[in-house]
């Protein structure tokens, strides 16, 4: 950016220099047109040495004038070589297509999550949602922190400040279904879940709290969940003394290649063929192999575990379920669907 400044001030410098030259050889010079002034001005700063088409010989502030001229015109010049060199060579001009080419590929995204924070946390983050097939922006002021998701060639990419209105607008906010706020204070994660919550209110926003007391406070301003990583890991360590059995078995199934096994959810709309159908006869085991764990009814804010086949699926339901994510992905469309009329 400072290279890319750089070069649009000595162009402006270029051009103040060639109107100030064009105005003084058209009204110090005899019977001089624009054409003529233009021309004198760009031979004389190129120094081509076509010769002098505006004389200068017959007046002395004239020719003092055009030796002005000469002088600041070649130190802009050479400025202006050397600003437009840096500019390629520190490859800003690649970098102006590589944003042109991402901002084209944001505009068209629909239903995708933006990361804000481009650091370790960040890449495991991002790292599971493309394993969970969402489309991923993420949003980071450092360059040397971007470059790292280079090998993630799915994933869109914005460099600029986050607290930035219009960089996160950059980033397909309108349309982003979620925003994660890994910045690395507290009161940067609060002020951006203030900025997005008041612009969009039905995003849903998760972010990271690094002291216990802000986790309530970034609630406040609008968070939809925050996530504490030193309470994960305490029980993380916890979970691997007492069950570790349990960890080894949640660790293969996010480790797994051949298969991406997940705890997703499905949410049951109140069109859904589902609504007034019992779980039994959905029959997602066999359909989907899927195993379902809870259900949360929109009108019961308990929690159903290990719910019965008996169990009635209701409009705004969400069914918590264990499975490959393509056999979710195709619940969800099933689950979607309208009834087909009799």
Known sequence: MEIQRRLVNALLVLAAV?????C?????????????????????????GYGEIVDTSNSTVLRTFNLLVLTFGIGVMLYVISAATAFVVEGELKN??????????????RGHVIVCGAG?????????LLKTNREVVVVDHDRQRLVKYQSFPEVSLVEGDVTDEQVLEEAGLAHASGLVAVLPSDKDNMVLTVIVRQKYPNIRIVARNIEAK????????????????????GMRL?????????????DLMLKEQSKTLRIEE????????????ELGRINLREKFDLMCLAVFHGTDEAIRYNPRDSEVVKGNTVLVVMGDVRSVRLAREAANARPVPQ
Do not use: C, N
């Open 238 to 250: 916890a979970s691997e003394m007492v069950r570790p059995h349990v960890v080894s078995f949640l």
């Open 96 to 109: 102006v297509f590589w944003r042109k080419r991402m901002q084209k590929r944001i505009a068209q995204l």
């Open 18 to 22: 060639m109107i100030v030259a064009t």
């Open 266 to 277: 499905i949410p049951v709309p109140e069109h859904s063929q589902w609504v007034g159908v």
């Open 120 to 128: 370790e946390m960040g890449i495991h983050i991002v790292r599971e």
């Open 214 to 233: 802000m986790g309530e406070k970034i609630l406040k301003a609008g968070a939809d969940a925050t996530v504490s990583p030193s309470f994960i890991g």
């Open 24 to 48: 003084g050889y058209k009204f110090l010079g005899h019977d001089v047109s624009w054409l003529d002034a233009v021309y004198m001005t760009v031979v004389t700063l190129a120094t081509v």
